[in-house]
């Protein structure tokens, strides 16, 4: 990395702010580095390869390195692929228009983070060193995701379906009916807190396994199967609009929970060992270790 100045890693982090500036809900990471390369065209060293690896070009590793300063300011966030700028971002953004200054500062935040010691050498080589395990961590859970997305994405409706209610029982819920094949009313599952249903509130959850994200109507629709007592919950791969998060948030009579992929990934993930068999062979995972950066 030494033949990259501060100039040239805010050239880069630039570029990003500005592909995400008119990305408000983030992009991929790799829709983000492919848009860079176009605006901030790579020099001859950073489009060539490395020698030991003659299939990963330097400029991805580069501008994923310069991003490490603003991700610990807390200016970029990265989500299981997914880069979005928070509002300190987008204010950075605007506030340093100089490329060199908007990495200087996030450097600056960034060593605030790290409670600067005396020797700043030995914390640099350190931190260099870490910086290097964080990119290839992050191109791994990257790549991990992007698999497991694709798995889910094509997944038939109906074991779509059957995941999340095994999922509920690996929470603890007592399933006592899924949707069969045909028009369902807006009803997929029903569960309840206990093996009879007689405590607590039922549980009345609706499954959408598409790209589009649910608007507020389609909330509305939902609830309106929602009695008094019941607690709803929306699963839907491709997400809710910010009308329907907004819609939901603000209930008072009625409870609802909206699930997106990724929630119900986390959720997946924590429960994976109390998920029955049957079910858990719909979305198998196996966990592999890295060794993590040093924070």
Known sequence: ??????????????????????????LQAKTVLQKLSSIVHPTAFEAACY???????RFEKITRFSTIPAVKAGWLLKDKGLWSLTDEGRAAFSKYPDPES??????????QWKHVQPDVAEIEKASEESAESATALEEAEESAWSEVEGHLSRMNPYDFQNLVAGLLRGMG???????PPGPDKGLDI???????????PRI???VKRQSDKVNVQGIRSFMAILGEGDVG????TGGFTKDAEDEARHQEKRRLMLIDLKRLFDLWVEHYQHIPEEFRRLLPLKAVYFLAPSE
């Open 1 to 26: 990395m030494a033949e990259i100045t501060n100039q040239r890693k805010g050239e880069l982090l630039q570029g990003i702010f500005k592909i995400l500036m008119s990305n408000q809900e983030g």
């Open 173 to 179: 819920y007592h399933v006592v009916w899924i949707a």
């Open 51 to 57: 020698p030991e690896r003659p299939t990963v070009r």
């Open 190 to 200: 029903l569960a309840h807190t206990d093996p009879l249903g007689v405590q607590g």
């Open 204 to 206: 009345k959850v609706q």
């Open 102 to 111: 908007l990495y200087t500062e996030a450097r600056r935040l960034y060593w």
């Open 233 to 236: 919950l929306f699963v839907n």
